[in-house]
């Protein structure tokens, strides 16, 4: 990896992962490369200011937080083609996020020698279109899901969507709302509402609604080539939002709907931790009891 200009993003109110970010920062800029760094949260957002900042190219963005301080950078810099670091440092879960661990392991030395593995996840983009096939929003990106559904602050509303599939419909939906998510989304909202899990090396789009009021309506996985329509239905009081990775994006007025797709770029994770396992990390976040129960397996015997 050619290592000239690296960008570091914090996790904004913690002190350890501020320390971390100050001192990685330090051993980079010892081997002559250029590091900018700033916090990351619900109110800092350092990417646009990261991409406008340097007129070289990014090559690296080390982000020292949670999956959500993860999902934020894969939203702003996977179109602009910059892998991404992501290690767990003062955040919460770590789906994404590899343990802290890695830094004691000089791995500036190992990024320089390419000894260091790519993931590569896709992402979904979502945009709200009028009935005359208008454009009424900018493109939403996501690297988990796009999740459709009314807000109010008197009741609780509940939501009734039309699916198309590739122009065909679907089913109506009648619930609390509506998820559309990626393999890497699986194992967030959408496993929440009782979705399923898809390995992320899988090229797919899970369709699941959020509490259906009936029991035929069920979750569905299709081939991430297609592209899925999202029709409010009976929303006079124009109560219907569109949220991209749990925050909010726009408004879906009556007689518009949300055209959902794969993106054309994908997030790239630079992995160093040694022997990281998918299967061993859903075990342990997900305390399944192949984690809490040890027994011998003597099948072969």
């Not at 000894?115 to 454009?135: N, T």
């Not at 009021?213 to 899925?228: G, H, M, Y």
Request: hydrophobic content about 40%; aromatic content about 6%.
């Amino acid at each position: 990896m050619d290592l000239t200009c690296v960008v570091i993003a914090y996790r904004e109110g913690d002190r350890t992962s501020k320390e971390a970010s100050q001192h990685c920062a330090e051993q980079l800029r010892q081997r002559g490369i250029t590091v900018l760094t700033a916090p990351t949260g619900a109110n800092h957002n350092p990417y646009p200011i990261f991409l406008e900042a340097t007129d070289r190219p990014i090559n690296l963005a080390i982000v020292l937080g949670g999956d959500g301080s993860t999902l934020a950078a894969a939203r702003y810099l996977a179109p602009h083609n910059i892998p991404i670091l992501a290690i767990k440092v003062g955040g919460h879960l770590g789906f994404l996020a590899q343990s802290s661990q890695v830094l004691r392991q000089n791995p500036w030395e190992r990024l320089l020698a390419a000894d260091y593995g790519l993931d590569s996840r896709s992402m979904l983009q979502a945009q709200i279109y009028d009935v005359d096939g208008q454009a009424q929003s900018e493109v939403f990106q996501c690297l988990n899901e796009i999740c459709v559904k009314p807000v109010s602050q008197t009741r609780l509303p509940a939501a009734l969507f039309e699916i198309e599939v590739n122009a065909e419909i679907l089913d109506q939906y009648h619930g609390d709302g509506l998820l559309v998510a990626t393999p890497t989304g699986s194992t967030s909202y959408t496993l929440a509402a009782n979705g399923p899990i898809i390995h992320p090396s899988l090229r797919a789009i899970t369709i699941t609604p959020i509490c259906p009021l009936s029991l035929s309506s069920r979750p569905i996985v299709i081939d991430a080539r297609a592209e899925v329509k999202i029709w409010p239905l009976g929303d006079p009081d124009a109560l219907t939002r569109l949220w991209t990775d749990g925050l909010l994006a726009q408004a879906v007025n009556p007689g518009e709907h949300v055209l959902v797709r794969e993106a054309p770029h994908r997030a790239q994770f630079v992995i160093l931790e040694a022997n990281l396992s998918y299967f061993r990390t859903l075990r342990e976040k997900l305390q399944w009891a192949g984690s809490r129960i040890h027994l011998e397996n003597n099948s072969l015997n």
